[in-house]
Structure formats: C-alpha cells, structure tokens
C-alpha cells in the first residue's frame, strides 16, 4: 500500500496540528509506504522509513485576494502526477488542491477542526484581513460573513466528495452530521494521539508553584486564555508564577508573575519544572492535544468543559474541571498545596493516555479503514 500525505507541518514539537500529523505519519507508516508532502513548516523529527517532500505554495497578492471567494486555496503550481498513491490523506482544507491525481485515487480528508466554527474566531488573522485595506471596520462588516459562509460551503463540499471523512471526536462528528447528514457513512473518529515513549511520566516537583498554559497565542481562544490568566488567576494568586507557552506570544498580559515565553525548543524541561497545568478554554473546536500532552507527562490538570470537549475525562478522576473563575482559581491553588492530589491526577491522566491516545492504540483502526477505502475506490 502506498500513501501519500499532504501537510503544512508534521512536527510534533511545532503546536497541536503537527502533533496529530506526525501521530497518524506513523501510523500509517506501521503497514504502508508513505510519502509526505509538505508545504510550509519542514522542521521536526522524522518517521523512519519515511519520505518526505517539501513543495512550497506561493504566497502572493493575488493569492490572498483569490482567498476572497471561498478563504481557502483554490490555485497551485501543477504536481508531478507519475507514480500516483493508492491513496491520498489531505490534513487540511486549505491543501486540497494538491491531491491532483484524479477520482481513481481516493481521498481521506483529516478534519482538524471543524473549521466553520473556528474561523468565527480566527478570520481577521488571515492574510488579507490582515492588511491596511482588510482592516478598515466598513470592510470587515461587508466581507466577513460572506467569506465565513463561502468557507463553510468550500468545507462542507470536501466533506461530501471526499472517501472518508476524519474528525477528532463524537462531537465533531455530530456537528458535520448536523449539516450535511448525508455523509453519516463516511465521517469517521480517529482521536488526537501522542507518542508516549517520546513523552514519558515526570515526578512531582516538589516545592514548585509554576503553573503551565502551552498554546498558539495567534489562535483566538487561546488568547483569550492568556487574558483569562492575566486578568483573573495571576493577580489572586501573588506566589504563584504563571508561564504562557507558545507561538505568536500574546500582547497586553503582563503581570509580575506571568512569563511569555514564546515558543520553546525543549517543552519537557518546562514540563518537569511545573507542578500544575492549565487549560482555561472559553471557545474553540477538536480536541485538546495540549491535555493529552500534559496527560502524557504526568501532569495534573485543570481545565473548562470546553477545554475537554471531546476527551473522555471525569472531572475528580482525570482532572478538574472549572468553569467559573473564582472556582478555577481555588482548583489551581488547591493543588499547589497538595502534592499527593497532584500524583493521584497525574499517574490517572497518563493511564488514560496510554490506553487510548498512544498513537500506536489505533494502528490496526487506520489499517482497516484505509484497506476499505482502497478496496472500494477499485470496485
């Protein structure tokens, strides 16, 4: 068997999109041969056995106007079509294009996200709205709507034309289904995973008082996570230091005892020096590979409902789950103080991981799933 997958990044140190890629990479990689196609961030370990492809969209004026009538690519530069795949996973909607192959090739679409939902938030980051014309209020008023809607059009037509559908939860898959139930046979669950030997159980720190949100500040949501840090739990709790992990570090949350790191080469040495993590979600869609990647370390955790969304967790079980402020913040303090809580949470979250979102759980799900596709494109 042999797959192709076309990505804008695969590295699994690179946020929660490289994560899932690199996850389902070598999944694949267990039964197929597989060729990686990759657009934009080429960095990153490598699966063995693995060939990799760097093919570079152009990025141009033009480009982002053309955005203008679906927000999605619709232009790319001609591929080589010889030595096709028996099959092509596409990992995001924006890279469709570059499954130019034909129909006697199938095609697995890899939903992230349910994208409709999170361009409500993450719109006015997009190139061109992010230029002098883009962000003038009577543009903004007149172009966003209709770009949401045409992007939920282009997303819902993949959704339809592709073989399979992947989302990363029951909740995603509902809310596809919610719009186009004809697609009920083909929207699959293959969860976000980690790789458990790359990230093994950490020992409690004993004494430290640092508390770990890790996200890309340039997503909304996670910037108003960040805000949420700085403006409610930060100034209630003085001797605690708060760091805020990631790409595209936020504006405006300075606080004595918040630290912006930015993005950080080694998240594990961060890791083994926090005793509690974070994730203060209000919005958003998928699931969070951030809990996982803390699950993984031992980490314990409190997080909103909406931070959870997706995952199979019990809150007092696996972590704590708190969506109003003031109860948030008593959480956070609470296991500051208790270092056995702290272990109890920490061996469940890295139980639940190993048993469910190790990467390697799901193997012979992809196997079969793939063999199907295959069979019936040739049928």
Not at 18 to 44: A, C, K, P, Q, Y
Not at 118 to 130: E, G, M
Not at 276 to 296: D, E
Request: with cysteine; proline share 7%.
């Amino acid at each position: 068997m042999h797959v192709e997958i076309i990505t804008s990044n695969a590295d699994p140190d690179h946020g929660g999109f490289g994560t899932r890629v690199h996850g389902i990479i070598s999944m694949f990689s267990e039964f197929s041969d597989v060729r990686v196609v990759l657009t934009d961030w080429f960095g990153g370990p490598r699966v063995p056995r693995v060939r990799y492809e760097l093919v570079p969209r152009r990025n141009t004026l033009r480009t982002r106007l053309q955005r203008l009538q679906s927000y999605y690519g619709v232009r790319f530069e001609e591929r080589d079509r010889r030595d096709p795949p028996d099959l092509v996973v596409v990992e995001s909607p924006d890279l469709l294009g570059l499954h130019q192959y034909g129909p006697r090739v199938p095609m697995i679409f890899d939903e992230h996200n349910i994208y409709w939902n999170l361009l409500q938030y993450d719109l006015v980051n997009s190139p061109f709205f992010r230029t002098w014309l883009g962000r003038r209020r009577a543009i903004r008023r007149r172009l966003v709507p209709r770009v949401l809607e045409r992007a939920k059009r282009f997303e819902i037509e993949a959704i339809r034309k592709s073989s399979r559908t992947l989302v990363t939860s029951e909740t995603d898959r509902e809310s596809i289904l919610a719009e186009c139930p004809d697609a009920e046979w083909k929207v699959r669950v293959l969860p976000n995973c980690v790789d458990a030997q790359r990230i093994p159980p950490l020992p409690d720190p004993a004494g430290s008082r640092h508390v770990l949100f890790v996200g890309d500040f340039g997503y909304g949501p996670n910037r108003e996570a960040a805000e949420f840090v700085s403006r409610n739990l930060a100034p209630n709790l003085p001797d605690a230091r708060f760091l805020l992990v990631g790409a595209n570090p936020p504006a405006g949350v300075d606080r004595a005892n918040v630290v912006v790191t930015g993005r950080v080469e080694d998240l594990m040495g961060i890791l083994r020096d926090s005793a509690v993590c974070i994730a203060p979600l209000a919005h958003g869609s998928g699931t969070r590979i951030k809990i996982l990647t803390y699950f993984a370390a031992a980490r314990p955790v409190v997080a909103t409902t909406k931070a959870c969304e997706g995952l199979p967790v019990v809150d007092g079980r696996h972590l704590l789950i708190r969506d109003e402020p003031g109860e948030f913040r008593a959480a956070v303090q609470g296991l500051l103080e208790n270092s056995s809580e702290r272990r109890r949470l920490g061996m469940a979250g890295r139980e639940l991981v190993e048993s469910e979102f190790d990467w390697r759980v799901h193997v012979s799900k992809l196997r079969d799933l793939a063999t199907e596709v295959i069979a019936g494109s040739r049928s």
